[in-house]
Structure formats: C-alpha cells, structure tokens
T-cell receptor, first 115, second 113 residues
Framework: EAGVTQSPTHLIKTRGQQATLRCSPISGHTSVYWYQQALGLGLQFLLWYDEGEERNRGNFPPRFSGRQFPNYSSELNVNALELEDSALYLC??????????????FGEGSRLTVL | DQQVKQNSPSLSVQEGRISILNCDYTNSMFDYFLWYKKYPAEGPTFLISISSIKDKNEDGRFTVFLNKSAKHLSLHIVPSQPGDSAVYFCAASGKRGNTPLVFGKGTRLSVIA
C-alpha cells in the first residue's frame, strides 16, 4: 500500500515568488494536514482539510493557503515568499473525523528554500 | 504560546538502559496524547498513544505514562537499542477528531552502544 507522497522533494525559490507543494494521501484517508518544521522548531500546524473542506487553520498569515481536491489530494500554496518560509513542509493523512484514531501518517516532506 | 513542551532538546542513553522522554502541556482541554518518532530524511511515524482516561499504556518496549494533575506525560523505552536513536515528538489533541495535533519541539535521543 502506498504511503503519503509529497512533491517536490526540494524546491528553491526567491523572495516574493510563489511556491506550490502537493500531497497525495493514503488510499481511503479523507483528512489531510499540513505542518511546517522550521529549523529549531517543532511541527507547527498549518492547515487541515477533511472531505474537501478546510476544518482548521494554524496561526499563519493568509499568504499560506491550500485546498483539497475531490480525490482527497491536496496542495499548499505559499505566496509572496519570505526568507523565514524556508522549512520542511510535512503533509499527513488520516481517516476522517468520524473514524479518527489520532494517528497521522506523514510523508517525507518537501524542503522549501527561499533565497 | 507553546501548548506542548519538550524541555530536553537531547538525551543520551547507553544501550540496554532505560530512556525517559518527558513532555508537559498547558491546555487542560487536551484529551489524547501521542508520541511520534522521526528518523532523518523521513516523516514522523506514530509510536504510541494514550487517552486522558488512562494513566498508562504499554506496547512492547514502549510505555507512556500520563499524569493529568501535573499535565505531564513521559515515554519510557526499556531496554533502549541503537535503532531507537531518533527525534521523538510529543503531540496532543482535543476532543477526538475535532482538533489537529499540537506537537512539541522534539527530543533527540541517542542510544550509545
């Protein structure tokens, strides 16, 4: 069974540009979560999608946005990139809220570098 | 404001001894607690969890203890093995399925052979 897949693995952008990161959840999972892991920090919650809708949003500016598609895959968009956006972006999937077990399955992450 | 705190950035333990990783939380609404393990260049993987109605959960070499009055949980690994060397994240959630997981900053465990 395929795990959570993320693309691209690495992405280099310059300040002011936009970045798009993609995530495919495990088959059967309807919830997708995005976390940011910046250097020296833990996993900071960004966004949570379930059944195509945004369920919760972390304490990040509006230039961080995303969506979930009908096949439950998701993309994270970061506009007007700033140097401090350089981080590892982790996507995780889980069963939907009605079947929630607390266990998230993470992808290997997309490392974004902003120059 | 950090709701989940892991105050030890790193821990070194000899192979065969006990590893104890600690975690404190501030939000009394947290209902469910989990530990994740992360190797370099990999995503975190789920290790063990505990519900707030319990004070202990055991799975093989791994045991999680929860002290609700102190808002403290700990992960015990006995005996520690070199393959346990990784970063361990403590995470917490509110009512099941209604809130996302809040993670601590992690503790890097090194098990020395």
């Amino acid at each position: 069974e395929a795990g959570v897949t993320q693309s691209p693995t690495h992405l280099i952008k310059t300040r002011g540009q936009q970045a798009t990161l993609r995530c495919s959840p495990i088959s059967g999972h309807t919830s997708v979560y995005w976390y940011q892991q910046a250097l020296g920090l833990g996993l900071q919650f960004l966004l949570w999608y379930d059944e195509g809708e945004e369920r919760n949003r972390g304490n990040f500016p509006p230039r961080f946005s995303g969506r979930q598609f009908p096949n439950y895959s998701s993309e994270l968009n970061v506009n007007a990139l700033e140097l401090e956006d350089s981080a590892l972006y982790l996507c995780a999937s889980s069963l939907g809220r009605t079947s929630w077990t607390g266990e998230l399955f993470f992808g290997e992450g997309s490392r974004l570098t902003v120059l | 404001d950090q709701q989940v705190k892991q105050n030890s950035p790193s821990l070194s333990v000899q192979e065969g001894r006990i590893s104890i990783l600690n975690c404190d939380y501030t939000n009394s609404m947290f209902d469910y607690f989990l530990w994740y393990k992360k190797y370099p260049a990999e995503g975190p993987t789920f290790l063990i969890s505990i519900s707030s109605i319990k004070d202990k959960n055991e799975d093989g070499r791994f045991t999680v203890f929860l002290n609700k009055s102190a808002k403290h949980l700990s992960l015990h690994i006995v005996p520690s093995q070199p393959g346990d060397s990784a970063v361990y994240f403590c995470a917490a959630s509110g009512k099941r399925g209604n809130t996302p997981l809040v993670f601590g900053k992690g503790t890097r465990l090194s098990v020395i052979a």
